[in-house]
């Protein structure tokens, strides 16, 4: 796979980590905000990176790419972020070509999820595509790679049930509030910052709670207003932070911010609290804890629950496995006939070449040469030559450098 690009000696690597390896701590100091992302792509365009796509999330940060040594991947992502190269050597994953390939299909059909089935990244993934497109970044190779696992993504959620049933983080939240908290439909929730986790988390709340004390904030109060206008909610101005905090029996905080927003130093309670947060890095300071009446809870955690829906998901997992490796399959024979396609082009030359040669020699020879027949017939010997040469460099168990090299040695054709 090597050399797919036309630039010599670049591999195609996935380097990155995930909630596998590293816990949110560690997470954290690899996230990547938007302008972190923007920061990284204009670095990998000066650096001559030829095609990447990054994804960001709150469960991992990976990067898909060509590189002449994944290094120079794993430094464009430790230079855009707050973790190290030793941390990054503790807890991240490399892999390389086929295994790369396989790693991105996993994710993008959500089989390599946090919670199974879950569809949220490849969102991600489109949306990382146009962006390294824009600069000139996505190579056809991948915009290839990227459209055959946005098919597999497709087919998996339409012809399996692994994303059936009701479970993804935000469900999970509010399954643990409800099963926590007593008399939920009486009690005031406050949730701060309305990114994607956030909305869905309302969503969930206001569906199965039946609560209409839910307050939100955001920094950018529109956002909040936008969201709460779907469900009829009350928003609150960012500087009523604090006093909201102190109504509160149960505190969701669910921003982007690389910092924690909430410590002890900002609550001044006057009743238990708990606390949910669902940000990546951690955006609830551990030393809240400390304060009598308060309670802990954070996105790992939750991500941990298990139930009959997992489980009966797991079951279509042989299912989904076997839609992508069909779709893997017909994408390693669109690499693998990309790779040889320049060298059948060369054949087929070399060969009219000597078809034409020996038509002059056999014009001049013969005096009732049959121009047309002779030409029918030589063009029918070469299609099938180059046919035969085709099927052999598709075939399964060709080793398609050495056969390349062997035919360009044979017929000359770099001469």
Same mark, same amino acid.
């Given at each position: ?41 204009? =670095? &990998? ?20 790419? !060509?590189?002449?040594?994944? @290094? ?8 855009? *972020? ?5 941390? @990054? ?13 396989? #790693?991105?299909? $996993? ?5 390599? /999820? ?17 962006? /390294? ?10 915009? $290839? ?18 994303? /059936? ?5 935000? !469900? ?19 949730? @701060? ?5 956030? $909305? ?26 936008? +969201? &709460? ?12 932070? =604090? ?10 905080? &669910? ?34 804890? *400390? ?12 991500? =941990?629950?298990?139930?009959?829906? +997992? ?19 017909? @994408?390693?024979? %669109?690499?693998?006939? $990309? ?12 060969? &009219?070449?000597?078809?034409? /040669? ?33 099927? #052999? ?12 090299? %062997?035919?360009?040695?044979? !017929?000359?054709?770099?001469?």
């Amino acid at each position: 796979m090597d050399n797919n690009t036309g630039l010599k000696h670049t591999t195609f690597y996935a380097i990155g980590l995930s909630y596998k390896k590293a816990d949110a701590e560690m997470r954290g100091k690899f996230s990547l905000d938007e302008k972190s992302k923007e920061n990284l792509l204009f =670095q &990998a365009k000066n650096e001559g990176i030829e095609a990447l796509i990054l994804t960001s999330t709150c469960n991992r940060t990976e990067i898909y790419g !060509f590189a002449q040594h994944p @290094f120079q991947l794993i430094k464009l992502l430790c230079e855009n *972020s707050q973790g190290t190269v030793e941390d @990054f050597q503790k807890v991240a994953h490399v892999y390389k070509n086929k295994e790369a390939i396989n #790693h991105l299909f $996993r994710v993008g059909t959500g089989l390599d /999820s946090q919670i199974l089935g879950d569809f949220e990244i490849i969102s991600q993934i489109k949306n990382s595509f146009v962006a /390294s497109k824009k600069l000139g970044l996505a190579n056809a190779y991948i915009e $290839r790679l990227v459209n055959a696992v946005i098919q597999a993504s497709k087919r998996v959620k339409n012809e399996t049930e692994i994303s /059936s049933g009701a479970t993804s983080v935000s !469900f999970a939240s509010v399954q643990y509030i409800m099963n926590n908290v007593e008399e939920i439909g009486s009690k005031n929730i406050l949730l @701060f910052g309305t990114g994607k986790i956030g $909305r869905n988390t309302c969503e969930n709340l206001v569906k199965h709670t039946k609560n209409d004390h839910i307050v939100l904030i955001n920094r950018t109060k529109e956002k909040a207003e936008k +969201i &709460a206008g779907k469900f009829n909610l009350i928003v609150k101005e960012y500087a009523d932070l =604090q006093l909201e905090i102190q109504k509160a029996d149960v505190l969701i905080v &669910a921003t982007g911010a690389q910092n924690p927003t909430i410590d002890a130093g900002v609550l001044n309670l006057k009743k238990p609290l708990l606390i949910l947060d669902l940000s990546i890095p951690k955006n609830v300071n551990e030393n809240v804890s *400390s304060i009598n009446g308060v309670s802990l809870v954070h996105l790992d955690y939750l991500s =941990q629950v298990t139930d009959e829906t +997992i489980e009966k998901r797991k079951l279509h997992i042989p299912a989904a496995e076997a839609i992508i490796n069909e779709i893997i399959t017909e @994408f390693m024979s %669109w690499t693998k006939a $990309r790779k040889f396609a320049p060298t059948i082009h060369s054949l087929k030359e070399k060969l &009219a070449l000597i078809k034409q /040669s020996e038509l002059n020699y056999q014009r001049k020879k013969l005096d009732n040469f049959n121009e047309e027949q002779a030409e029918i017939i030589s063009n029918r010997i070469i299609q099938k030559i180059t046919t035969h040469f085709a099927n #052999h460099l598709k075939d399964e168990g060709t080793m398609v450098d050495e056969s390349i090299e %062997w035919i360009e040695k044979v !017929f000359r054709l770099n001469n």
